[in-house]
């Protein structure tokens, strides 16, 4: 059975008038998609604030404190998880993602990812053409514009498997 379409849509924090819209397009993601979702995770060393930042600076600010006053020992894990069924986790998690190194939302099964943050500037979603609609239509029905960009992205069906790497 072939894989379904997906579309790449690019959200770095500097594409949005505001980083806040940056946040809010990822807050309705992470709510209208929690039952397709597995893991939720981001690195939580290293975090830095987005320069950018206007509202909930003190609030961001303090989360990042937070986990920095955490101990530090020999096994310390490098992800933390956060549960999206807790709407302060979602909020959380949303302000900590653009923050961090790394960050990840995974299908059920992780094995597909449907949004990552690296090195804290670079942001995409990768969503199948059906979870695109359902966002799509929860960004609309929420009064979000949708990127032009975001409108004009193609599909393209993911290579097959033993395509996939380097060789």
Avoid: C, N
Wanted: avoid cysteine; glycine fraction near 8%.
């Amino acid at each position: 059975m072939p894989e379904e379409a997906v579309t790449t849509l690019h959200a770095e924090l500097a594409r949005f008038g505001r980083v806040e819209e940056g946040f809010a397009l990822l807050e309705v993601f992470l709510e209208m998609a929690r039952e397709r979702l597995g893991a939720v995770v981001l690195d939580p060393v290293g975090l830095r604030m987005p320069a950018e930042l206007t509202d909930d600076r003190a609030v961001v600010q303090q989360l990042i404190d937070d986990i920095e006053r955490e101990p530090v020992g020999k096994g310390r894990v490098v992800e933390r998880g956060y549960d999206l069924e807790d709407e302060q986790a979602r909020w959380d998690y949303v302000r900590l993602a653009y923050s961090s190194h790394q960050a990840t939302v995974w299908s059920r099964r992780q094995r597909t990812t449907y949004f990552e943050v690296t090195g804290q500037e670079r942001a995409t979603y990768w969503l199948p053409d059906s979870l695109k609609a359902e966002y799509f239509d929860a960004l609309s029905g929420r009064g979000w514009a949708i990127p032009e960009d975001w409108l004009a992205a193609v599909a393209k069906r993911p290579k097959p498997w033993w395509k996939r790497g380097g060789r």
